[in-house]
C-alpha cells in the first residue's frame, strides 16, 4: 500500500464508522416501517381483529418514529463527515480530490436518507387516507 492510500480518509475508519452508525439506525427505520406496514395490512385483511382507526393510529405512529429515527440518524453523521472533510481540508497529506469525494460521499448519503424520509411521510399519508 502506498503511503498516498494509507492517509486516504475516504476509505478510513473515521468515514467507515460514522457510515457504519447511520445504517443502524438505517435498519432500525426499516424494522419499524415493516412493522408497521405488516400489522396496518393485517388489520386490513382481517387477520388481526383491530378497529380501523386503532390500526391506522398504531401504523402511522410507528412510521412517524421510524422517520424520526432516520432524521436524527442524517444530523449527526453529517457533523461527523463535516468533521472529516474539514480535517482532510487541513491536512497536508489530504489532497481536494479526496475532499471532493468525502463531500460526494457525504451528500450521497444525505440525498438517499432524504428521498427514504420523503417516502415514508407518503406512506403515513396514504395510510391516513384510504381508511
Given at each position: 500500500?502506498t503511503?498516498?492510500?494509507?492517509?486516504?480518509?475516504?476509505?478510513s475508519?473515521?468515514?467507515?464508522s460514522s457510515?457504519d452508525?447511520l445504517?443502524?439506525w438505517?435498519?432500525?427505520s426499516g424494522?419499524?416501517?415493516?412493522t408497521s406496514?405488516?400489522?396496518?395490512h393485517?388489520s386490513?385483511?382481517?387477520s388481526?381483529?383491530?378497529?380501523?382507526r386503532l390500526a391506522?393510529?398504531?401504523?402511522v405512529?410507528?412510521i412517524v418514529?421510524?422517520?424520526?429515527?432516520?432524521?436524527?440518524?442524517?444530523?449527526?453523521?453529517?457533523q461527523?463527515?463535516?468533521?472529516?472533510i474539514?480535517?482532510c481540508?487541513h491536512?497536508?497529506?489530504c489532497?481536494?480530490?479526496?475532499?471532493?469525494e468525502?463531500?460526494?460521499?457525504?451528500n450521497s448519503?444525505l440525498f438517499?436518507g432524504?428521498?427514504?424520509?420523503?417516502f415514508?411521510?407518503?406512506?403515513?399519508?396514504l395510510?391516513?387516507y384510504t381508511?
Amino acid at each position: 500500500m502506498t503511503n498516498q492510500n494509507q492517509n486516504y480518509l475516504a476509505y478510513s475508519n473515521k468515514v467507515f464508522s460514522s457510515e457504519d452508525l447511520l445504517s443502524d439506525w438505517i435498519v432500525v427505520s426499516g424494522v419499524l416501517l415493516t412493522t408497521s406496514l405488516l400489522f396496518y395490512h393485517m388489520s386490513r385483511v382481517k387477520s388481526l381483529k383491530v378497529d380501523p382507526r386503532l390500526a391506522k393510529t398504531v401504523s402511522v405512529g410507528l412510521i412517524v418514529i421510524s422517520t424520526a429515527y432516520l432524521v436524527y440518524a442524517l444530523y449527526p453523521y453529517t457533523q461527523r463527515m463535516n468533521h472529516t472533510i474539514n480535517m482532510c481540508k487541513h491536512l497536508k497529506t489530504c489532497s481536494q480530490e479526496q475532499t471532493n469525494e468525502l463531500i460526494i460521499l457525504k451528500n450521497s448519503y444525505l440525498f438517499l436518507g432524504g428521498i427514504s424520509v420523503l417516502f415514508q411521510l407518503l406512506i403515513v399519508f396514504l395510510v391516513i387516507y384510504t381508511i
